[in-house]
């Protein structure tokens, strides 16, 4: 860590490791007034739009791709315009995708570094799937299934992008021998179906815990969201905005001030 | 073998569609007959290496090969081209038995294989098909230009134009022999060392070749129609067919690559079925476990937390 951040952390008692690993750049709590209950800000604008160009491009990746990976789908090619434009295209929303995704994964790598908490969660998997929260530890900004999808995506676009490029017929067969493009196609494909199962995974879990789509779509959760699902994500910015903002003194006389021990 | 003249007339196709054993990406139905399985035969013993093949090939064809540079051997152009479906490929090799140098010129294109690599690692429908007859032939109208042929084929024959993005190959001359012509390169060879005729008559053939081969020598001259492919309808008599990698690489023991059976082979359902078992799956802890929803006391908690400014 740099000494400038090192100052901040001497200032500011909350700016710890643990802090600095779960809250990010741009969360922030609005608290509610009479009639509109407190949100909590998790993705900016450009972040959105970033994650939607992201979402775009693997949908397509895996429907131009499934089009020639199976003759059942192959009828999928009709949806880019035919074979021949299904060939071309692919690869290049291959690029896009590697591209806006790693501008994400800058965004976000550090707070889905996994903490001793995330062992414990993922031992209690089965209370995850059964949504019983109240038995598992108080997570950050991300839990351990959002992470595994996080750094599964990061692993398999890296595969998919290395091994795509190898049997990226138009500019790069020339450059390698046809047995290193058989071992790409083979785990190509099986890095696809990877990639895809995580997407299921990550999809479904969005529409299952109520109240997350909003994230990515207006940007905030409701502030019972982020209690009931990463209330040490919630803490944290509820401490920060005590130390910084003022006019919210207010919360020492919450219960908030109790669970945070001040 | 003596080829006749084109007939005078409109000659009607030997065969058709309707001949079909094998579609890429597809299948066809059983055809109501079967051809009598064709094949070239190139004895290289009787190859002089003037590459009047390579020229018929062209003209044929009507392919434009691009004029190269010396390559520092007679073969020209330097490697199989979209625009080049046959190649003479030389090599002076020194035979330790008897210490003399000898010529071996190989005639390189497809070898129009039973079990065709190429055809199974195509993902388009119809683009690549194989007739009865044994002949192995591109329909460009269907080819995407993916390149997968050119992994499936364990010859290295396939080359995917820059120019429309479609992969060519030596078609057998399967336009000629439709109408009872033989290939364009087996009529212009001069030296008879490529012939055309039954699969069975060119096994015949190379059985004469062979024997003589033996008597002058050659004692592990042989006929090159691999099993590993299931057998070729383009063959070689080869006067050292107990090592057929010193002409020019030519595959000892080819066999659709494992990785490609892999690849092309059941774990693809394996792939279609986890995808498959993931999204019912979801779909059942949906319907099970309902949804994942904010309490009211989450909610207390949360906007106690977050401190009402009102
Ligand atoms: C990240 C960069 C990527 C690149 C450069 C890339 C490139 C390629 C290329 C060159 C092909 C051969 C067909 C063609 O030429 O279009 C291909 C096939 C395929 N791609 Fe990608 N791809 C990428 C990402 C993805 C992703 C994210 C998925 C899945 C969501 C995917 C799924 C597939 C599938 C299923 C196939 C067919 C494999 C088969 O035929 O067995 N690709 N890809
Ligand atoms: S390039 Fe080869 S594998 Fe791809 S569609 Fe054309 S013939 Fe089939
Ligand atoms: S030699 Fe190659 S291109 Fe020709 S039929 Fe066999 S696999 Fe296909
Ligand atoms: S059979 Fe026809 S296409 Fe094949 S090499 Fe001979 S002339 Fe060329």
Not at chain 2, 294 to 305: I, N, P, R, Y
Request: charged share 20%; with cysteine; aromatic share 10%.
């Amino acid at each position: 860590m740099s000494e400038a951040l090192r100052d901040t952390d001497r200032l500011d008692p909350n700016r710890n490791i643990e802090h600095r690993t779960m809250v990010q750049p741009g969360d922030a709590i609005t608290p509610g007034t009479k009639g509109t209950p407190a949100t909590v800000k998790r993705y900016g604008p450009l972040a959105r739009l970033n994650h939607w160009v992201v979402a775009f491009s693997l949908i397509a990746l895996a429907l131009s791709g499934l089009a020639l990976y199976s003759p059942y789908l192959y009828f999928l090619t009709g949806i880019f315009g035919g074979g021949q434009t299904t060939r071309w295209l692919h690869p290049w929303i291959g690029v896009l995708l590697f591209v806006s995704f790693y501008v994400f994964f800058a965004q976000l790598w550090r707070a889905n570094l996994f903490n001793r908490d995330d062992l414990t969660w993922a031992m209690r998997f089965k209370d995850v799937v059964a949504g019983n929260e109240e038995r598992l530890p108080e997570m950050g900004k991300y839990n351990a299934g959002q992470k595994f999808v996080f750094w599964g995506m990061s692993a398999l676009i890296l595969a998919l992008i290395g091994t795509g490029v190898l049997i990226w017929q138009e500019y790069f067969a020339v450059y390698t021998a046809i047995e290193t493009q058989r071992w790409a196609a083979l785990l190509h494909a099986a890095a696809a179906i990877a990639i895809i199962l995580i997407w299921i995974t990550h999809v479904y879990a969005s529409i299952w815990i109520q109240g997350t789509m909003r994230a990515m779509t207006r940007g905030n959760v409701t502030a019972g969201w982020a209690y009931r699902h990463h209330r040490k994500w919630l803490k944290q910015l509820a401490g920060l905005r005590r130390k910084t903002a003022p006019q919210a003194n207010a919360v020492e006389h919450t219960k908030a001030a109790k669970h945070l021990g001040l | 073998m003596f080829m006749p003249n084109v007939p005078v007339g409109q000659p009607v196709p030997g065969f058709s569609e309707k001949d079909l054993i094998k579609r890429s990406a597809s299948s066809v139905p059983e055809p109501a007959r079967r051809l009598t399985e064709v094949a070239k035969l190139i004895d290289i013993s009787k190859c002089i290496g003037c590459k009047a093949c390579q020229s018929a090939c062209i003209e044929w064809n009507d392919t434009h090969p691009e004029m190269e540079s010396f390559q520092g051997t007679y073969m020209n152009p330097h490697d199989l081209t979209p625009n080049m479906f046959t190649l003479m490929r030389f090599n002076e090799w020194t035979n330790p038995e008897t210490d003399k140098l000898e010529w071996l010129i190989r005639k390189d294109g497809c070898m129009h294989c039973s079990d065709p690599g190429c055809l199974k690692a195509c993902p388009a429908p119809g683009a690549i098909v194989q007739y009865s007859n044994g002949i192995v032939d591109f329909v460009h109208d269907n080819c995407i230009g993916c390149g997968y042929c050119v992994k499936g084929c364990p010859f290295n024959i396939p080359r995917i134009s820059q120019t429309d993005h479609k992969a060519y190959k030596c078609t057998l001359c399967s336009d000629r022999v439709a109408v009872g012509q033989g290939p364009a390169c087996a009529k212009a060879c001069p030296t008879h060392a490529i012939s055309f005729g039954t699969k069975d008559e060119m096994k015949a053939e190379a059985a004469d070749r062979v024997k003589d081969l033996n008597s002058r020598g050659y004692k592990n001259a042989g006929l090159y129609d691999p099993p590993g492919v299931g057998g070729t309808h383009v063959m070689y008599v080869l006067q050292h067919a107990d090592k057929p990698h010193i002409y020019n690489d030519l595959p000892d023991d080819p066999k659709i690559s494992s990785l490609v059976q892999a690849w092309k082979g059941a774990g693809k359902f394996a792939g279609l079925a986890l995808i498959g078992f993931a999204a019912v799956a979801s779909a059942a802890h949906a319907v099970f476990a309902g949804q994942n929803k904010v309490t009211k006391h989450d909610e207390e908690e949360g906007e106690a937390l977050t401190g009402k400014d009102a």
